[in-house]
Each structure stands twice: as structure tokens, then as C-alpha cells.
């Protein structure tokens, strides 16, 4: 259940290793354009969402069924400006 | 008062002494200190007090040790208030406690030491069983209590440096009565819901008894079988708590906390523009090497290969160089073509160009002499042709 990376993480670390691979030039050419085609789109693809960012706050409760609610909690910071 | 001529049974005796001494402490407030301290499945809590020369026995109900904010540990000095309860079918008294507290903060440093101890000695603090901290969590858990400060506080930290994060709060009290239970109770639901990369533990300053449910066992044994990391903001700098102590990373407060797990998200998109650049960097220099490699050997095998073989490799690469060029940036290629200009420009006015085709250049003084009326005949005369010098007295 607990997830060991984030997605951030991940796309991150993929970013990491498409660099190394294409500096050591040890892989095909078919291979290298693949790779960089991915690092571009991935990279674009956490630009995007960095720049998108809003902050998303919900909160948990148990219910009396015991299963877990998740929901959005209203953002009092905000209208306390 | 008490008819002394009067044969009491047991019971009577009994029932006489109860009533007696029940009205006579209905309110009383005791000193001393506990041992033999037994919580009861039930959730009640039994006890002696002591001090040098005597003991005492007590009770205290489940509703009502409810409201008291620490678990007594034996050897603590607490002051109490309640009243005298007999128990007629055995003929003893004990007190029947209302309230408790610890005598004075020193006693909570001393529950605090034996509490340290005994679970560092079960190896709750080994380094080895802390988790490492996410990098770029995509979800953070708080717990902590939903109008505190301190949550407005790691709120507004996360929103100013990194706001693409999904918060997930789990409200619980913090302080007080069933605080340490409840915070309990929050990080298990953190645990069962499981959907977050990291979760802040955190309250903001106060007293010793304020911070007193991060000192007790039932928060600290909470925390260490999170399975995920846990991040403490306990009070101030100077605080430290069980809590820190099991948790994977303490911070010193709870802005601390939330700058620890959060990066800055300006640094991120500066890191990833870096990340771009450096991708056609290199797929540029992946490809020049490609390019070279490949001329050499068609210019080393080429009496060998059919040549069908080699148009075909030709044809790889550029095929190549064409999905390339379509995903290359277009200023790329204009600075290309600015250096080419550029270099052409500079071949074509190259002097060796001209002076092989018969002209040359004359000199006086180390002076280019480009018009008949700069020329002096009594200065000495250099003349440079294209094959080399020559040198005329004036």
C-alpha cells in the first residue's frame, strides 16, 4: 500500500538516468533518439506541472463504518488575507 | 456520638465507619507517590501512594483518568484530589481519586527519562529503522490539530515553496486528555489510508505538559510502526520528545519540518530547464560521435562492402539526422547557419587568397601603403608576394 517514490521522484530519477545513458553513447542510434524524445517529454511534462501548481488540501476521517473519508478541506488560510 | 455501650456486628461497624469517615473526606487533596500502578483492562487505574512511614490504596475510574494527561509511571510524586471510599464487604478504605497531577515538572522529566530509556533499550531509536525522507514527496500527510497554528503555519511553508503537492491532514488534539491516544489513532488512519509519500508530526510551542502526549508510549510506539516516514515539529528548538526520538527525522519546529520535506520549487524548474539544455546537448554530441564513427568506417571499408549496404547505413543515419532536426529547437540550426556565413565571409577574405593570384602588399614602417601618396622614397620598402618577401633600401 505504501508507495516507496513519488511519481515526482520517479520521472525525476528516469530524467537522471536518459542523461547518463546518452553521455555514455554506449546504445544504438535508434535508441538515443528514442531516449531523447522521452527525457524532452518528461521534462516538459514536470515544467507543466510544476507551473500549474495550486495547493490541493483535503482531510481523512474515519466514518462510523470504519471505512476512511477523504474531503476537501476549505482553505481558512487563504481567507484569512 | 458513638454509643459505647452499643455490640456492633461487622456489618454495622462497618456500615458506621463508611459512613463516618465518607463524610468526613468527602473532599480531600493527598501528596505522594505511586507504586504498584496496575491500568486494568476495564480502564481503570489502581495504585498506592506512599510516602516514608505509610501507604495508601487507590482507585481511579476509567471516565475520570480519562481527563488526566500523562500515564503514571511508579516513583512519580503526584498531588490528588478525590475522597475516601470504604469497602464495607472487606473492611478497607482507598481513595477514590477525581483528578491527578504530577507533583511538580519535575516528575514529568523523570517519566520522561524512564520512558527514554526503556524504549531506547528496546531499540526504538536505532538509526537502522529509520526511513529516509522523499526528495519530491507528491502527497504529504500532517497530523496534527486542524485550527492550530502550526498548521497554518506548514501550510503556508508548503504553499510558498513547493504548492504542487496533495496535502492530506488527520486531524487530532494535541494536548490534553486521550491527546496521546488520539494522535495514535491518527497515524494508524495515515497508515491505512497509505496514499501519502511522507507525513508531518507537529504542534507548535508550549509547557512540558503542553508537548506531554509526544512523551508518552502510546505515541511513540505509533510511530514507529508507521511504515511510512515520519518527520517531527515538535514545539521550539530547545524541545525534544520521545516522539523525535522514534521518528525518522526530527525538525526543530514545524516550519522546519515542512521546509525538510518539501523542495523549493523554483530550484526544481531551474533544475529541469537545466536538464533540457543539457538533453540536446547531448543527443548533439551523441550524434557527432555517431557521424564520426560512421565516416570512418565507410571510408575503411568501403572497398569491401557492397554498396548497397552501405546506402543502406547512410540511409539510417540520415533518417536519423532528419527526426532530429524535426525535434531540435529552430534557433539551433539559425546559429548554424550564422557560423557558416561568418566562416565563409572570413575564407573569402583571406590576403593568401589574393597574393596568389599575382598581387602584394607593400610595406614602410610595418605600414600597408595602399595609395601612391603614402609611398616615400626615402623610407626602406618591404613588398610581400604570396610565395614570401622581399626588402628595398631607401
Known amino acids: 500500500m505504501?508507495?516507496?517514490?513519488?511519481?515526482?521522484?520517479?520521472?525525476?530519477?528516469?530524467?537522471?538516468?536518459?542523461?547518463l545513458k546518452l553521455e555514455s553513447g554506449d546504445i544504438t542510434l535508434e535508441e538515443s533518439l528514442k531516449l531523447f524524445e522521452e527525457g524532452v517529454?518528461?521534462?516538459?511534462?514536470?515544467?507543466?506541472?510544476?507551473?500549474?501548481?495550486?495547493?490541493?488540501?483535503?482531510?481523512?476521517?474515519?466514518?462510523?463504518?470504519?471505512?476512511?473519508?477523504?474531503?476537501?478541506?476549505?482553505?481558512?488560510?487563504?481567507?484569512?488575507? | 456520638m458513638v454509643d459505647k455501650t452499643k455490640i456492633y456486628s461487622v456489618s454495622e461497624i462497618n456500615r458506621e465507619i463508611k459512613i463516618h469517615l465518607e463524610s468526613t473526606?468527602?473532599?480531600i487533596t493527598v501528596v505522594g507517590e505511586i507504586s504498584n500502578f496496575k491500568a486494568y483492562q476495564s480502564g481503570h487505574w489502581y495504585f498506592t501512594l506512599k510516602d516514608e512511614n505509610s501507604q495508601i490504596s487507590c482507585v481511579m475510574w476509567r471516565g475520570l483518568n480519562a481527563f488526566v494527561f500523562f500515564t503514571p509511571q511508579d516513583g512519580m510524586k503526584v498531588i490528588v484530589t478525590g475522597r475516601i471510599n470504604v469497602y464495607e464487604p472487606r473492611g478497607s478504605y482507598q481513595i477514590e481519586i477525581s483528578t491527578m497531577k504530577p507533583?511538580?515538572?519535575?516528575?514529568?522529566?523523570?517519566?520522561?527519562?524512564?520512558?527514554k530509556r526503556k524504549l531506547a533499550a528496546?531499540?526504538?531509536?536505532?538509526?537502522?529503522?529509520?526511513k529516509p525522507i522523499p526528495k519530491i514527496p507528491s502527497s504529504i500527510g500532517i497530523v496534527t490539530s486542524i485550527d492550530s497554528a502550526a498548521l497554518r503555519d506548514v501550510l503556508a511553508v508548503i504553499r510558498r515553496r513547493f504548492p504542487v503537492v496533495e496535502i492530506v491532514l488527520a486531524h487530532t488534539s494535541v494536548q490534553g486528555e486521550g491527546a496521546s491516544q488520539e494522535i495514535s489513532n491518527a497515524l494508524d488512519l495515515m497508515n491505512e489510508y497509505g496514499e501519502v509519500d511522507v507525513i508531518i508530526l507537529c504542534r507548535g510551542g508550549g509547557s512540558l505538559e503542553d508537548l506531554w502526549a509526544f512523551n508518552e508510549e502510546v505515541t511513540a510506539r505509533a510511530i514507529f510502526r508507521s511504515k511510512i516516514p515520519i518527520v517531527t515539529g515538535i514545539g521550539h528548538e530547545v524541545d525534544f520528545t520521545i516522539a523525535d526520538f522514534v521518528a525518522d527525522l526530527r525538525a526543530a519546529t514545524p516550519t522546519a519540518a515542512a521546509e525538510i520535506v518539501t523542495?523549493?520549487?523554483?530550484?526544481l524548474i531551474e533544475q529541469l530547464s537545466k536538464y533540457d539544455d543539457s538533453l540536446y546537448k547531448l543527443i548533439i554530441d551523441f550524434l557527432k560521435r555517431r557521424k564520426e564513427n560512421l565516416i570512418h568506417q565507410l571510408r575503411s571499408y568501403s572497398f569491401v562492402l557492397p554498396?548497397?549496404?552501405?546506402?543502406?547505413?547512410?540511409?539510417?543515419?540520415?533518417?536519423?539526422?532528419?527526426?532530429?532536426?524535426?525535434s531540435i529547437q529552430k534557433f539551433l540550426n539559425d546559429k548554424k547557419q550564422i557560423l557558416t556565413k561568418l566562416s565563409n565571409t572570413i575564407n573569402m577574405s583571406d590576403p593568401k587568397l589574393t597574393l596568389s593570384k599575382g598581387f602584394a602588399i607593400v610595406r614602410q614602417n610595418d605600414k600597408v601603403i595602399s595609395r601612391k601618396t603614402l609611398f616615400s622614397k626615402e623610407y626602406s620598402t618591404e613588398i610581400e608576394f604570396y610565395d614570401g618577401k622581399v626588402k628595398i633600401n631607401g
Open chain 2, 122 to 130: 528496546e531499540g526504538l531509536f536505532d538509526e537502522r529503522f529509520k
Open chain 2, 25 to 27: 473526606f468527602d473532599n
Open chain 1, 2 to 19: 505504501v508507495k516507496s517514490k513519488s511519481s515526482f521522484e520517479k520521472d525525476f530519477e528516469r530524467l537522471e538516468e536518459i542523461a
Open chain 1, 41 to 81: 517529454i518528461i521534462s516538459k511534462r514536470l515544467i507543466e506541472t510544476l507551473n500549474q501548481a495550486e495547493l490541493k488540501v483535503n482531510q481523512l476521517k474515519r466514518e462510523l463504518n470504519g471505512m476512511i473519508k477523504k474531503t476537501k478541506l476549505e482553505n481558512n488560510d487563504e481567507e484569512e488575507r
Open chain 2, 307 to 326: 554498396e548497397s549496404l552501405l546506402n543502406n547505413n547512410q540511409q539510417k543515419f540520415d533518417f536519423a539526422i532528419f527526426r532530429f532536426n524535426q
Open chain 2, 103 to 115: 507533583l511538580g515538572v519535575g516528575e514529568l522529566q523523570i517519566a520522561f527519562e524512564a520512558l
Open chain 2, 263 to 267: 523542495p523549493r520549487i523554483e530550484q
